[in-house]
Structures are given as structure tokens and as C-alpha cells.
């Protein structure tokens, strides 16, 4: 068999995934005998696209650089992997599709309260699309690997498939699959935000009339923060369930099990989670399969809710 | 005729970025600096989302420091709400950030500056990595690793997750500690601590064989600057107490609560990077620095055994204040000691027990918070309305404050070991290395912006004649 080489790129993202590598711990130095690092900005200094067996492309799709990258990406890698939620989804910088790049540009150089106003940057930076897109939108993606970052052990289950030359095993389980708190049916009449109150630390967090996303999103982090006392914000994305049909979503489902286990009112549900739509789809809006579902209106739920606040007069 | 050098992408640092070095007509160094290249704006993405994600989303900011932005942003609502963290619950941040420490740290020396070290600045591109470093000293690299692993293991058992934790919520930490996870925690500090005495000595004969071979990084590549840090009992504090700035020579020129920042700190805007500098205002604005170095320098004192005793060792050989910018990398060594011993402290602290969450209601007001990254302070603040919305946000991070200095350091790296020299790729990597003293974290400053790969280019009267990056 011939060697197994490897090429990363970064894109629009924190350079989390990256990291998530060297968090195989003692796995990364078999992880090392096995393949060859080629380039992979932090670790080696290629500078190039040197051919390779397989890519991962973390991040998302911001600007013309970005774009350049993950074509330079395709070219010399057999496989690519979409690796992490940024890569396929968009992940949090896709919540900037609210806004224009000059309204980005306008937030953090013209209008900063700590800044001495001025232009945004002009000469050598790449310019913002107009707006974040995952990588699928510019190039074939042949394996998603979402996560935020994705649990080391499904990076190391994806890589060693790989070598061994087979398909890796994907579960398509929900975060509730790994969390072991009791849906129980309780008399909670009134949705509670995360930071009211203390969460009983044995009971489901939507019996409890807390927002938790684990019902809706796909497990590839093996549900560490319901084991943790903190509801789900479901960082790795939405299960194929939700992305797939179009009568399906994550505020309606959510609001489907919550009304079931409580007795706080469905509709009441969904319009909380409209209302703080910007929490909740900050991951996954970039992609046009939540994005553009014909019952997502994220635009005119915050414009909703600004009206509200504006006349609400908050002094 | 004027010419550009340009490196790019800069590898082994946290992000994207490129570097230009531009020369005048008779070849002598014009100006240079360091381009990052992407721009998220999370300070527009915040506004309209809930602020009790705000520990989990701006957390999102940065894969290398999230622990960083995770307590700060934490800080910063308890400061909203107008609650008292209760003690334990900030003993248990203050534990999980000096897992975050060690890991962060580890990572910089041996996974980033390593290959420089080990191998040397012209050594082969190919072989100038981590693996080259397990080739070539697999002790070492085993060590080295296993103490990042504890770092970032304890950062995980106590954050819920290791990049990108959870636990610490507006109102305390939802973290709770028993008996069996004290144990394995004291396990790992131990077992840290016992890998001291052979990484220490390592690091220290690693750094002053560079010295000796680049007798310029000892004697050109000093930055006398303003220094920035968090001082608590009159040490070095990371995630509590008030900021301490100290001018070149160390002079304590004023201390403030982190919610006066705004008076202080000023951020401008450069054309051709989408990362904003920061200066200090007092009497005139001053360019300074902020991480580890900048920290001993203001604070000269941990109080703990190992690393007092380490840094007195420092300021002998690197003065104090020291202004050696290589020096920066021994600061990461003598914080990792520290960080070590304080995390033994904390474990073996009976306030560790008690009450660690309260519960939060937002009032309509501002939040400010701060921690102190690895490399240096970050501020996040907030407008929160009274339904518990963020209004406005505003992000200072380490990085940005240590630009103006970087691109000092670009200039002399570049004076030192470019310009004039004929073998481009391999002294170019001197001109990265200084840049990696730093540990810049271009994630965190592209909060505002996004990553960072490096470019050096080489310009003449705007033309750019070469562009060096690794593989030409």
C-alpha cells in the first residue's frame, strides 16, 4: 500500500479543529507513523499544495482567499473532508449573514467605541464575499465531518478508515443518545433562559423548561455538556432528519418535545426560539439547508424582536 | 529601484497571516510588517444573541485559547448581573485555566518554536516540524506532549470540554468536583511536576544555543516597550484582579479595574491588515506589551517556590524588565511552572468545596470582563439589555496588543537576518520565528478578523519584485 498523505488547510475559522488533532493525545503518534503531514499551517512549513491523499478543509467560506484555498485544496487532494461545522455549515461566523460586509466593516473600524474611526483595511487583505457559505458551496466535499470541534475520536475513526481504505463508521444519533438525564413529564409551566435558576443535575433540561438543542443536533462530540450541567447549543449542527425535510426544524421540533414533557405551550416554544433565532441557528444558517428553508425567516424575527426593543424604549 | 520580500503564509502560528519587508532603492530596510487576512466581526455577530451563550460562542473566537475567551466572556456577566462569583466557583475557573496554561503554553514551545529550536532556524522546511522534533529527540517530543496532554486534560475534566469548554456560566461554574476527580487531578499535577526537571533544563539549553548561534536576537532584538498585565496580591494573576501598566523601565505607571479599559486603551486601524493596534493612553500613547514577559515584568513574583526561584533566574540572565523578545519563550517556561504549582495550590485548597453557582438575573447595563490569554490580556464588554440580550459588544484581544511590537520585531529580525543575506528560505524563517515569540493568536484577532498564513514580499518602488514563500 502506498503511504497515506495528508494535507490541512484553514479557512474562516479558530483554528479549534487544528487542535482537536493534536488532542488525540498519545494516538497522534501513531496517527504519524501511519500517514504523512504534508502542509498543514500549523504544524509544517509547506507552503504549497503538494498531491495528497487525503484533505481536510476546515472552516468556512468568507473571503476570496478562502475560496482560493479550498480550490487549491481540491486539486491536490483524492479525498476531501468538510471538518468541523464552520466547513459545513458555515458555523458561528455564518450568524455574520444577518449583516453586509459593510456593516461588519462599519461594527468593528468605523463605529467601535474603542476605535479611532477609520476606513476599513484596503490594501493587501483579501476582500469579504458578501456572504459565508460552507465549503460545498465552491468545491465536492466527499466526507462531512461536523463537530465543534468533532470529538477526537471521530477524527481518529474517520483517519484510520481511511487508511485502512475503508468507510468510516458514522453514527446518525442525536446528543440525547449519550446524555443520561430522565425525560420526565413535569408541571413546568414557563420557558427559563440557561442562567435562571439552578438545573436539577438528574432531569432532562427541556422537562426542566431550559432551551437544550441535544434533541435536534447530531452527536459528534459525544454529549459532554449535558453531563456537564449545560444545556446543548448545538455547536455540531442538525441531524439529517432536520436538514433533509423540508417540514422539519430546529425550532419546531425542539418545541414538539418541550410542549410533550412540559406544560408550557408549543407556540409559546417557537416563538422563544424565534426570538433568540440568532442563538440557536448561529452554527447552521450559512447553510442553504436550514438557511433556505422556506419556513426560516431569521431576518424578520430579529427585526421583530428590534421593534420590540426599540419600543420597549429601554432608557 | 525599491523592492518587496514577502512571506506567506507564515506557518506555525495560531492563523492566517503574510509578511512584507519593504526596501529602499539602495537595499536598505524601508518598513515591514506582519498582514493578517481575515475578518469574522464577532462583534456585529453577537449582538441579538442571548448573553449566557456568550461563554460558549465567543469561546468559538479561538481553538488555541478558548478557555481565554470562555472565562473572560464568564467574568464580564457576573459583572452584568451584579453577582458575587462565589469563591469556589473561581477557584475552579482559576483551575481550569491553568490546565489551559500548561496546554497552551506546551503547544507554543515545542509544537511551534520546537522545530526552530531543535533543529534550528535553517534547517530543511521539510523536516522542521513536530515530526522532525520526535525524529530527532523522541524523549523530548514524548515529554513535551505528555505535559501538554495534562494541561489540556485538566482543562477538559474541569471545562467539560477540552477545546471549547463549558462549565463556567454567568453566576459561578456548573463543574462539580468529588473525590475520584480530585485524585486523578492530583495524579496529572504530579505527574507534571515530575516532568519538570528534564523539560526545564531542555528548554533553557535549547533557547541559549540559539543565542549563541544568533548572537543578533541577543543583542538587536530588544523592544524596550510599555508592559500590560493582571496583578492580585502583588503577583501575577490570570483570570482576577486589577491592571497594572509599567513603562520601559518598569515604573508602575497606573493600575484600574478592568471596566476602565476604554479609557486607556485605544485601537486604531491599519490599511493593510484587517488586525486593529492598540495603544496605551497616558500623557501620549504608548505602544506595549502583554503575555507572559509583559506579566514577570510587572509583577516580578508568583508566589510559589519553583517558579520565583525560576524567574529570578530570568532576570539574571534576561534582566528585569527584560526586553528580549526571544526571552518571551522562557517567560511561557517559568508561567508553566507556576502554572503547575498554582494548580496543586487550588486542588489542595479546602475553598475549593464550597458553593459554586449562583443563579443570574440579567439587569440592563454593561458587562466587562477580562482574563489573561496566554499571550497576553483580553477584555470582552457587553451591552445587555434587561430581557438579557447583547446590545453592543467590544473585544480587545492580546494579540492586537502586542502588533505594534511584533512589527518592531519584524523589522529587526528582518535588518538582522535578511536583508543583504543571500539565502532567502532559511533566513526568512528568522524573520517567522521572531513573529512565533510572540505565540500571536491571528483566531483571536480576527475576532474582528480570522486567521493568518505567512507571506513575506519583497517591494521596490511598489513593485513587488519577489514573493518568498516556503516552497521558492
Given at each position: 500500500m502506498s503511504e497515506v498523505t495528508i494535507n490541512t488547510e484553514w479557512l474562516s475559522d479558530c483554528s479549534g479543529c487544528h487542535i482537536a488533532i493534536v488532542d488525540l493525545h498519545e494516538k497522534i503518534l501513531s496517527v504519524l507513523q501511519a500517514v504523512k503531514i504534508q502542509r498543514c499551517p500549523v504544524l509544517t512549513d509547506i507552503k504549497d499544495y503538494p498531491p495528497a491523499t487525503i484533505g481536510l478543509v476546515s472552516g468556512a467560506i468568507r473571503?476570496?482567499?478562502?475560496?482560493?484555498?479550498?480550490?487549491?485544496?481540491?486539486?491536490?487532494?483524492k479525498i476531501v473532508i468538510a471538518w468541523g461545522s464552520c466547513a459545513v455549515f458555515g458555523g458561528p461566523a455564518g450568524a455574520g449573514n444577518i449583516h453586509t460586509p459593510a456593516e461588519i466593516g462599519r461594527a468593528v473600524y468605523l463605529d467601535n467605541k474603542t476605535t479611532t474611526s477609520a476606513n476599513p483595511p484596503s490594501s493587501e487583505v483579501s476582500p469579504l464575499e458578501s456572504i459565508v457559505t460552507p465549503i460545498d458551496s465552491v468545491i465536492d466535499v466527499d466526507l462531512y465531518l461536523p463537530g465543534c470541534p468533532p470529538h477526537p475520536a471521530f477524527i481518529f475513526e474517520a483517519l484510520s478508515a481511511l487508511v485502512e481504505g475503508r468507510e468510516p463508521e458514522v453514527n446518525r444519533r442525536t446528543v440525547c443518545a449519550k446524555c443520561k438525564r430522565n425525560m420526565e413529564k413535569t408541571d413546568v409551566s414557563e420557558i427559563k433562559t440557561n442562567s435562571e435558576g439552578l438545573p436539577n443535575a438528574e432531569q432532562c433540561f427541556l422537562s426542566q423548561g431550559y432551551t437544550c438543542m441535544g434533541s435536534v443536533t447530531i452527536d459528534r462530540c459525544l454529549a459532554p455538556c449535558p453531563a456537564n450541567g449545560v444545556p446543548c447549543t448545538g455547536c455540531a449542527g442538525a441531524t439529517m432528519q432536520i436538514l433533509t425535510e423540508p417540514n422539519r426544524d430546529i425550532r419546531t421540533e425542539i418545541a414538539e418535545r418541550m410542549s410533550r414533557l412540559t406544560k408550557i405551550d408549543r407556540n409559546v416554544i417557537v416563538s422563544s426560539l424565534e426570538r433568540a433565532a440568532k442563538s440557536h441557528y448561529s452554527y447552521t444558517m450559512a447553510t442553504s439547508m436550514i438557511g433556505s428553508k422556506p419556513t426560516f425567516h431569521i431576518k424578520k424575527w430579529i427585526e421583530d424582536e428590534n421593534a420590540d426593543y426599540e419600543a420597549g424604549g429601554v432608557a | 529601484m525599491k523592492k518587496t520580500i514577502r512571506i506567506d503564509p507564515v506557518t506555525r502560528i495560531e492563523g492566517h497571516a503574510k509578511v512584507f519587508i519593504n526596501l529602499n532603492d539602495d537595499g536598505s530596510l524601508d518598513n515591514a510588517g506582519l498582514v493578517v487576512n481575515e475578518l469574522r466581526g464577532f462583534e456585529k455577530i453577537l449582538i441579538g444573541m442571548e448573553a449566557d451563550r456568550m461563554p460558549h460562542i465567543t469561546a468559538r473566537i479561538c481553538g488555541v485559547c478558548p478557555t481565554a475567551h470562555h472565562i473572560a466572556a464568564s467574568n464580564a456577566l457576573d459583572y452584568a448581573a451584579g453577582v458575587t462569583t462565589p469563591p469556589a466557583a473561581m477557584l475552579l475557573r482559576e483551575l481550569m485555566y491553568m490546565g489551559h496554561i500548561i496546554h497552551s503554553h506546551s503547544l507554543s514551545i515545542f509544537v511551534l518554536q520546537g522545530p526552530d529550536l531543535v533543529m534550528g532556524l535553517d534547517a530543511d522546511p521539510a523536516v522542521r516540524n513536530v515530526v522532525g522534533i520526535v525524529q530527532a529527540n523522541p524523549e523530548l517530543a514524548k515529554i513535551a506532549l505528555r505535559l501538554r496532554t495534562i494541561g489540556q486534560k485538566i482543562n477538559e475534566m474541569v471545562g467539560g470540554r477540552g477545546t471549547h469548554p463549558v462549565t463556567s456560566v454567568a453566576g459561578g461554574i456548573t463543574f462539580v468536583l468529588d473525590q475520584e476527580k480530585k485524585k486523578i487531578i492530583q495524579e496529572w499535577i504530579d505527574e507534571a511536576r515530575a516532568l519538570l526537571p528534564t523539560v526545564v533544563p531542555a528548554v533553557k539549553g535549547l533557547l541559549l544555543k540559539a543565542l549563541d548561534l544568533h548572537p543578533a536576537m541577543l543583542n538587536d532584538w530588544v523592544a524596550p516597550s510599555w508592559g500590560l498585565g493582571t496583578v492580585?496580591?502583588?503577583?501575577?494573576?490570570?483570570?482576577?484582579?486589577?491592571?497594572?501598566?509599567?513603562?520601559?523601565?518598569?515604573?508602575?505607571?497606573?493600575?484600574?479595574?478592568?471596566?476602565?479599559?476604554?479609557?486607556?486603551?485605544?485601537?486604531?486601524?491599519?490599511?493593510?491588515?484587517?488586525?486593529?493596534?492598540?495603544?496605551?493612553?497616558?500623557?501620549?500613547?504608548?505602544?506595549?506589551?502583554?503575555?507572559?514577559?509583559?506579566?514577570?515584568?510587572?509583577?516580578?513574583?508568583?508566589?510559589?517556590?519553583?517558579?520565583?526561584?525560576?524567574?529570578?533566574?530570568?532576570?539574571?540572565?534576561?534582566?528585569?524588565?527584560?526586553?528580549?523578545?526571544?526571552?518571551?519563550?522562557?517567560?511561557?517556561?517559568?508561567?508553566?511552572?507556576?502554572?503547575?504549582?498554582?494548580?496543586?495550590?487550588?486542588?489542595?485548597?479546602?475553598?475549593?468545596?464550597?458553593?459554586?453557582?449562583?443563579?443570574?438575573?440579567?439587569?440592563?447595563?454593561?458587562?466587562?470582563?477580562?482574563?489573561?490569554?496566554?499571550?497576553?490580556?483580553?477584555?470582552?464588554?457587553?451591552?445587555?439589555?434587561?430581557?438579557?440580550?447583547?446590545?453592543?459588544?467590544?473585544?480587545?484581544?492580546?494579540?492586537?496588543?502586542?502588533?505594534?511590537?511584533?512589527?518592531?520585531?519584524?523589522?529587526?529580525?528582518?535588518?538582522?537576518?535578511?536583508?543583504?543575506?543571500?539565502?532567502?528560505?532559511?533566513?526568512?524563517?528568522?524573520?517567522?520565528?521572531?513573529?512565533?515569540?510572540?505565540?500571536?493568536?491571528?483566531?483571536?484577532?480576527?475576532?474582528?478578523?480570522?486567521r493568518m498564513p505567512l507571506e513575506i514580499a519583497i517591494t521596490c518602488g511598489g513593485t513587488t519584485v519577489k514573493t518568498i514563500n516556503r516552497n521558492n
Amino acid at each position: 500500500m502506498s503511504e497515506v498523505t495528508i494535507n490541512t488547510e484553514w479557512l474562516s475559522d479558530c483554528s479549534g479543529c487544528h487542535i482537536a488533532i493534536v488532542d488525540l493525545h498519545e494516538k497522534i503518534l501513531s496517527v504519524l507513523q501511519a500517514v504523512k503531514i504534508q502542509r498543514c499551517p500549523v504544524l509544517t512549513d509547506i507552503k504549497d499544495y503538494p498531491p495528497a491523499t487525503i484533505g481536510l478543509v476546515s472552516g468556512a467560506i468568507r473571503n476570496e482567499h478562502d475560496r482560493h484555498a479550498a480550490i487549491e485544496m481540491r486539486k491536490s487532494c483524492k479525498i476531501v473532508i468538510a471538518w468541523g461545522s464552520c466547513a459545513v455549515f458555515g458555523g458561528p461566523a455564518g450568524a455574520g449573514n444577518i449583516h453586509t460586509p459593510a456593516e461588519i466593516g462599519r461594527a468593528v473600524y468605523l463605529d467601535n467605541k474603542t476605535t479611532t474611526s477609520a476606513n476599513p483595511p484596503s490594501s493587501e487583505v483579501s476582500p469579504l464575499e458578501s456572504i459565508v457559505t460552507p465549503i460545498d458551496s465552491v468545491i465536492d466535499v466527499d466526507l462531512y465531518l461536523p463537530g465543534c470541534p468533532p470529538h477526537p475520536a471521530f477524527i481518529f475513526e474517520a483517519l484510520s478508515a481511511l487508511v485502512e481504505g475503508r468507510e468510516p463508521e458514522v453514527n446518525r444519533r442525536t446528543v440525547c443518545a449519550k446524555c443520561k438525564r430522565n425525560m420526565e413529564k413535569t408541571d413546568v409551566s414557563e420557558i427559563k433562559t440557561n442562567s435562571e435558576g439552578l438545573p436539577n443535575a438528574e432531569q432532562c433540561f427541556l422537562s426542566q423548561g431550559y432551551t437544550c438543542m441535544g434533541s435536534v443536533t447530531i452527536d459528534r462530540c459525544l454529549a459532554p455538556c449535558p453531563a456537564n450541567g449545560v444545556p446543548c447549543t448545538g455547536c455540531a449542527g442538525a441531524t439529517m432528519q432536520i436538514l433533509t425535510e423540508p417540514n422539519r426544524d430546529i425550532r419546531t421540533e425542539i418545541a414538539e418535545r418541550m410542549s410533550r414533557l412540559t406544560k408550557i405551550d408549543r407556540n409559546v416554544i417557537v416563538s422563544s426560539l424565534e426570538r433568540a433565532a440568532k442563538s440557536h441557528y448561529s452554527y447552521t444558517m450559512a447553510t442553504s439547508m436550514i438557511g433556505s428553508k422556506p419556513t426560516f425567516h431569521i431576518k424578520k424575527w430579529i427585526e421583530d424582536e428590534n421593534a420590540d426593543y426599540e419600543a420597549g424604549g429601554v432608557a | 529601484m525599491k523592492k518587496t520580500i514577502r512571506i506567506d503564509p507564515v506557518t506555525r502560528i495560531e492563523g492566517h497571516a503574510k509578511v512584507f519587508i519593504n526596501l529602499n532603492d539602495d537595499g536598505s530596510l524601508d518598513n515591514a510588517g506582519l498582514v493578517v487576512n481575515e475578518l469574522r466581526g464577532f462583534e456585529k455577530i453577537l449582538i441579538g444573541m442571548e448573553a449566557d451563550r456568550m461563554p460558549h460562542i465567543t469561546a468559538r473566537i479561538c481553538g488555541v485559547c478558548p478557555t481565554a475567551h470562555h472565562i473572560a466572556a464568564s467574568n464580564a456577566l457576573d459583572y452584568a448581573a451584579g453577582v458575587t462569583t462565589p469563591p469556589a466557583a473561581m477557584l475552579l475557573r482559576e483551575l481550569m485555566y491553568m490546565g489551559h496554561i500548561i496546554h497552551s503554553h506546551s503547544l507554543s514551545i515545542f509544537v511551534l518554536q520546537g522545530p526552530d529550536l531543535v533543529m534550528g532556524l535553517d534547517a530543511d522546511p521539510a523536516v522542521r516540524n513536530v515530526v522532525g522534533i520526535v525524529q530527532a529527540n523522541p524523549e523530548l517530543a514524548k515529554i513535551a506532549l505528555r505535559l501538554r496532554t495534562i494541561g489540556q486534560k485538566i482543562n477538559e475534566m474541569v471545562g467539560g470540554r477540552g477545546t471549547h469548554p463549558v462549565t463556567s456560566v454567568a453566576g459561578g461554574i456548573t463543574f462539580v468536583l468529588d473525590q475520584e476527580k480530585k485524585k486523578i487531578i492530583q495524579e496529572w499535577i504530579d505527574e507534571a511536576r515530575a516532568l519538570l526537571p528534564t523539560v526545564v533544563p531542555a528548554v533553557k539549553g535549547l533557547l541559549l544555543k540559539a543565542l549563541d548561534l544568533h548572537p543578533a536576537m541577543l543583542n538587536d532584538w530588544v523592544a524596550p516597550s510599555w508592559g500590560l498585565g493582571t496583578v492580585l496580591n502583588d503577583r501575577v494573576s490570570l483570570i482576577e484582579g486589577k491592571l497594572r501598566a509599567i513603562d520601559e523601565t518598569g515604573a508602575t505607571m497606573l493600575e484600574f479595574n478592568v471596566d476602565e479599559y476604554d479609557k486607556y486603551l485605544v485601537e486604531s486601524v491599519v490599511d493593510w491588515s484587517y488586525m486593529k493596534k492598540v495603544h496605551f493612553k497616558l500623557d501620549g500613547l504608548h505602544e506595549y506589551r502583554v503575555g507572559p514577559m509583559a506579566r514577570m515584568n510587572a509583577m516580578r513574583r508568583f508566589g510559589t517556590e519553583m517558579a520565583d526561584a525560576e524567574y529570578a533566574e530570568f532576570a539574571k540572565l534576561g534582566g528585569s524588565p527584560c526586553h528580549l523578545t526571544v526571552f518571551q519563550t522562557y517567560a511561557k517556561l517559568v508561567e508553566t511552572i507556576w502554572a503547575i504549582e498554582r494548580a496543586d495550590e487550588i486542588i489542595n485548597d479546602p475553598a475549593v468545596w464550597g458553593e459554586t453557582r449562583v443563579p443570574v438575573t440579567f439587569k440592563s447595563g454593561r458587562g466587562v470582563g477580562h482574563s489573561e490569554a496566554p499571550r497576553g490580556t483580553l477584555i470582552h464588554d457587553y451591552e445587555i439589555d434587561e430581557k438579557g440580550i447583547i446590545r453592543a459588544a467590544n473585544l480587545i484581544v492580546a494579540t492586537q496588543q502586542n502588533y505594534a511590537i511584533i512589527n518592531r520585531s519584524v523589522e529587526q529580525a528582518a535588518q538582522s537576518h535578511v536583508i543583504g543575506k543571500t539565502d532567502d528560505a532559511a533566513l526568512l524563517n528568522a524573520v517567522e520565528f521572531s513573529i512565533r515569540c510572540y505565540d500571536p493568536c491571528l483566531s483571536c484577532a480576527t475576532h474582528a478578523v480570522g486567521r493568518m498564513p505567512l507571506e513575506i514580499a519583497i517591494t521596490c518602488g511598489g513593485t513587488t519584485v519577489k514573493t518568498i514563500n516556503r516552497n521558492n
